[in-house]
């Protein structure tokens, strides 16, 4: 089974100080027909104003994980851990048993452009953690780069779910390839410049779902503008 998301159908949510895009249901914004993909449950594509943010609140049993596009994030958490988010760096936060946390912008003149990414755990109520890590965009040059997955591999983040997320960049003409093995879901999002997938053109906000599907995926660059920047999510079925 394949699905596709285009970016212009996803929810859309504005206020004040954020502009925010829902590939899946997430707040007032409700579809029975997207509701997540296996354990991956929320992808917002945010974009908060200078001196804006998400204040203080709580989370409980679930795995979020930050990417930022452009600008800086600010985040700080009730096990005491705080720091800024910049391009080209992955932040994990296990919300285990409880936490309280806030993200606001680091810069009071320019906007932070990021992905806000929920994944269900394969446990409950374990100790809250965080982690924050940055990876060298060049090791991600037209060859796929494992950012989290369950045990760290390859200095990824380790995540608690059987999921794995890779990431690569592409210049135009610029191919990788992915095996899909039966069993699996996986899902596939643009997060800037434009791709095919297969035969399939795909720009910054699609995604294809794919489940239980075997054989290949060939991602190939076809922008002549900035690198395209990809996500691939690999998860339970």
Not at 19 to 39: A, I, K, L, N, V
Not at 65 to 72: N, Q
Not at 138 to 143: E, G, L, M, V
Request: no cysteine; proline share 7%.
């Amino acid at each position: 089974m394949k699905v596709f998301r285009p970016a212009a159908e996803r929810g859309h949510v504005r206020t004040g100080w954020l502009d925010s895009r829902h590939s899946f249901s997430f707040g007032h914004y409700h579809e029975p027909q997207w509701m997540g993909w296996g354990p991956l449950r929320v992808i917002n594509e945010d974009r908060v104003a200078p001196g804006g943010g998400f204040p203080p609140h709580g989370h409980a049993n679930m795995e979020i994980i930050s990417y930022v596009i452009s600008g800086g994030l600010a985040h700080r958490d009730s096990t005491g851990s705080e720091g800024i988010l910049r391009p080209g760096e992955l932040q994990w936060m296990s919300a285990g048993h409880g936490i309280e946390h806030s993200e606001y912008n680091a810069s009071d003149s320019e906007p932070v452009h990021f992905l806000q990414i929920w994944i269900q755990p394969d446990r409950l109520n374990a100790a809250p953690d965080y982690a924050q890590k940055a990876f060298d965009p060049a090791a991600r040059r037209a060859q796929w780069g494992l950012l989290a997955s369950p045990d760290g591999a390859e200095g990824s983040l380790a995540i608690r779910q059987d999921a794995r997320l890779l990431g690569v960049q592409l210049g135009n003409g610029e191919s990788v390839t992915m095996p899909l093995e039966t069993g699996r879901r996986y899902w596939l999002q643009i997060v800037q410049g434009d791709v095919r997938a297969g035969d399939q053109p795909l720009a910054a906000g699609d995604a294809i779902g794919y489940a239980s599907e075997s054989g290949e995926l060939r991602m190939t660059g076809a922008g002549a503008g900035p690198l395209a920047d990809i996500l691939l999510f690999d998860l339970p079925g």
